[in-house]
């Protein structure tokens, strides 16, 4: 090759190198935050200020005006006493998510390092998936567009009226001729409801105030070809959990003042079956999980199942990998996706948190010095579904505050994740929706999401309200 020919190409090279780098910048724009209680001393733009400093990296460079951003970072304060808790979210300018984060303190000292704590979780989110999010944002072709479209999940298919009530669980019927079924909970009730042009209630029945519900599960048809729903409730410390099946237009009960927590896992997207557990004095949550079989009555545990550190009948599936082993997948009591390996081993953790519910149960602590700290209060972990092409399905609840044991939600996505032998990679993500998804599930033969969303808060001038949406799961 001619001199002159290596001297152009390395010239072109040189000039190439600022090019490239200029182009892995991501150009991010913080907005003011909003504080809660009102703001009076200017904390808005001091926490403005703050995090738009602590963003700035090799990679991420602050602006100065939304026009200039590839990224805007939206956050809010809000305090609670002296506890507070900091949120953020950063979308891209097309209005896509690519992260929600939060960190809390217990006092104004740990203001700061909360400050630096949430920088460092959105530079770490953003330099993952900012690169995958810009191919498709508005500058993109009409191709790429096109594409984004075509996989972007969020449409409705069906919402339903409006239903009375803060509603806290959900679980399928049968779908019949007439239109699909499925069941409601509320904390002191359990209904079934038809989907068809219009939201019909075919039966319910309440349970006593002392009985609280906090998880319902089904399976079916039985033999005599009714759905069969089993209700997880808490009387007073214990469960007393119920069984129903559907039979000549009522809810008719199976059994009653059951000792276990149940739920529906379909581990490694196999078949669903119903789990149970049960609870020990001093532990929310004991001993193996089983599958259950069940004659009327009367429950048999068999096939008992080791749960790794912080799983729980609630929290708890598993996933096949590439190579055909399972891997246990649980949500952390902080919100962390975590993948075991068939040892017991953590091997992998998510960087974001997941899940988030505001459904819970109480118990004594025991004896404490601290009367304050003689309730324990326990959440509910969301669903995590593992479907048959191996995807692992988890909600992400955010926003407004989560404060030790206030917890109150305002927005949610339904995320998809893939193993692929070493973590679990995002496959796609619901458009983020104005509500709390207090339950949900998949319909497989279906290919279509049930969701169970609380669009009003239960408050002292009313019981709240509550929808169901259907949406495609293609």
Not at 332 to 342: A, C, E, K, P, Q
Not at 407 to 433: A, D, I
Request: hydrophobic share 40%.
């Amino acid at each position: 090759m001619k001199k002159s020919t290596v001297a152009i190409l390395l010239l072109a090279c040189a000039l190439l190198i600022p090019s490239l780098a200029t182009a892995a910048q991501i150009r991010a724009y913080v907005a003011e935050f909003t504080v809660t209680p009102p703001d009076a001393g200017g904390l808005k733009s001091t926490l403005q200020t703050l995090l738009s400093s602590r963003m700035a990296s090799d990679a991420i460079t602050p602006v100065a005006t939304p026009s200039e951003a590839d990224v805007i970072v939206s956050g809010s304060y809000t305090q609670l006493g002296k506890v507070f808790s900091l949120d953020a979210v950063a979308r891209v300018t097309s209005g896509k998510t690519l992260a929600t984060v939060y960190e809390q303190g217990e006092n104004q000292d740990d203001l700061i390092p909360a400050i630096g704590r949430i920088s460092a979780k959105l530079k770490a989110e953003l330099a993952q998936r900012y690169p995958q999010a810009a191919v498709a944002s508005p500058t993109a072709s009409p191709q790429a567009q096109a594409a984004q479209s075509a996989v972007t999940l969020g449409n409705t298919l069906w919402l339903s009226k409006r239903i009375v009530g803060a509603q806290a669980a959900l679980a399928p019927g049968l779908t019949r001729a007439e239109g699909r079924e499925f069941f409601v909970a509320e904390n002191h009730a359990l209904r079934l409801y038809r989907q068809e042009n219009t939201l019909k209630l075919l039966a319910e029945v309440e349970f006593p105030l002392r009985e609280k519900v906090i998880a319902i599960d089904s399976v079916g048809p039985d033999q005599n070809g009714n759905p069969r729903v089993y209700v997880t409730i808490m009387d007073g410390e214990a469960p007393a959990s119920k069984i129903f099946t559907f039979e000549g237009a009522r809810l008719k009960q199976v059994a009653t003042k059951l000792p276990y927590l149940f739920r529906a896992i379909a581990l490694n997207g196999g078949t669903n079956r119903i789990y149970a557990q049960q609870m020990g004095i001093s532990e929310d949550f004991y001993g193996d999980l089983f599958e259950i079989s069940d004659t009327g009555a009367k429950i048999e545990l068999k096939n008992p199942i080791k749960l790794p550190r912080y799983a729980n009948i609630f929290n708890y599936n598993s996933v096949s990998g590439p190579d055909g082993k399972s891997f246990p997948t649980v949500l952390s009591s902080d919100g962390y996706l975590i993948v075991y390996s068939d040892a017991g081993d953590e091997i992998w953790r998510s960087t974001e948190k997941f899940g988030g519910s505001e459904t819970y149960f109480q118990r004594e602590i025991g004896n404490v010095r601290d009367p304050s700290e003689k309730i324990r209060w326990r959440f509910i972990d969301q669903r995590i579904t593992v479907t048959r092409n191996g995807e692992v399905m988890v909600p992400q609840n955010s926003g407004f505050f989560v404060l030790g044991n206030a917890r109150s939600y305002s927005k949610y996505s339904l995320v998809s994740l893939t193993w692929n032998g070493s973590s679990l990679e995002e496959r796609w993500r619901t458009k983020l929706s104005q509500n709390y998804l207090a339950d949900y599930y998949l319909d497989q033969q279906a290919r279509e999401i049930v969701l169970l969303e609380v669009v009003q808060k239960e408050g002292i001038f009313g019981k709240g309200g509550s929808a169901i949406r259907v949406i495609r799961a293609d």
